[in-house]
């Protein structure tokens, strides 16, 4: 089969626009889940954004760069923490709900409730919350000796669910799929080439290497390069992927990793920006109103947004709980599920070129995204409607919801070419 290498570069390059930036300093944010237990997010409507201000770039951005914010939105933001007496961590603009988010630390000195109840009055502001920590969702790996040859036979997920034979009809070409976890190596040699783009909102690492254990495996059963002689293969491994690092472990090479609501938001308001199909989730949390809204916005342009659903012994249901949203578990989960997908033993790829097995809903959840772009490769217009409909029609291994292949073949022999 030939690969088609799917590239946003030029796209991208379009949107670049000349202006003084203003970045945030990311390593701020990843300090302590502790310290996070005093910072709160305050948004505020930014009339800044989308307008074309004279020597004002703040709606642009660098390809792995950032937003800039607007020289008006600073100054609100410092009024606020000069009223409130707090102090600034970082600003961004969350350009697709229409509001400039702030994060502050609320000193040791003022209580935390009496300060949100004072912002919440606050007429220049539009909402106040804390800032809360999300979780991926996997299990620590097995200490299995990494291969070196291909064994595609190994991967579980990828014989049950019977993805060679529907790789005849369809490999996710052209669907935009946003993996929002930690880093993905896109050096694996599985990986190389498959990652369209990659953006870093969460705390870089002490030694600057982005390839993290978490992201990288959830890509691999995604969109590791099929039919190349080596390792594995990817359930859509024709997708454009665009991978967002906002989740980052407490130690390095760690599965378990955290993210915030911030570097959450941040990647969300990209991923809707950048005009994804599908967003990948394959974490939990606490409930969250910034990214609830952010998750909705997404919703409401026909963008798919499919999350793990955390595990018995596991916390948080959101944003698997989000109405509208698909929810993925790999069985067992005392929570509502859309799917349940082959997420136990799960081969797949980690950083430096190596493979081992991973268990969890975090790796039950690619298994979804990838079918779902098969589907929508062929079907470029279908919504979630359509595909619970199609998904309900058929009886297969994701509780009677997995396309096999002869229902594919269906479709694409009604699909004109």
Known sequence: MKLVRFTLLLALVALLTTGCANKTDYSRLGDSPSVDERRLLVTFIDRTINRNLPGNAQDSYRLRGQYNNS?????????????????????????????????????????????????????????????????????????????????????????SLGIAELHKFSTGQGVRIALIDTGVDVDHPDLKGQISYSENVAPEPGDHSLAELHGTAVAGVLSARADNGIGIAG?????????????????????????????????????????????????????????????????????????AVPGKDQIGSFPANV???????????????????????????????????????????????????????????????????????????LTTHTPNASSLRDEHNATPN
């Open 71 to 159: 020289s008006w939105s600073e100054r609100v933001a410092r009024h606020l923490a000069e009223r409130y007496q707090l102090q600034f961590v970082a600003q961004w603009p969350v350009t697709e709900l229409g509001v400039s988010c702030v994060v502050y630390g609320v000193p040791e000195t003022l209580p935390l409730l009496q300060v949100m109840t004072a912002l919440q009055k606050d007429q220049d502001v539009s909402s106040v919350q804390q800032m809360q920590t999300f979780n991926v969702l996997g299990n620590q790996h097995s200490a299995i000796k990494p291969y070196s040859d291909p064994y595609l036979h190994l991967q579980t997920g990828f014989q």
């Open 235 to 307: 359930v859509a491994p024709e997708a454009e992927i665009l991978a967002f690092r906002a989740c980052w472990p407490d130690n390095p090479g760690s599965l378990a990793a955290r993210c915030n609501s911030f570097t959450l938001a941040l990647a969300l308001n990209q991923a809707i920006r950048l005009k994804s199909r599908i967003i990948n989730l394959s974490l939990s949390g606490p409930e969250d109103p910034l990214l609830k809204m952010l998750i909705e916005k997404a919703l409401s342009e026909g963008i798919i947004v499919i999350a």
């Open 323 to 397: 109405p509208g949203v698909l929810a993925v578990g790999r069985g067992g989960e005392a929570e509502n599920l859309s799917f349940i997908a082959p997420g136990q033993d799960i081969l797949t790829t980690v950083p430096h070129g190596a493979y081992d097995f991973m268990s969890g809903s975090s790796f039950a959840t690619p298994h979804v995204a990838g079918l779902i772009a098969l589907l929508l490769q062929l079907h470029p217009d279908w919504q979630i409607s359509d595909i619970k409909h199609h998904f309900n029609s058929e009886s297969s291994l």
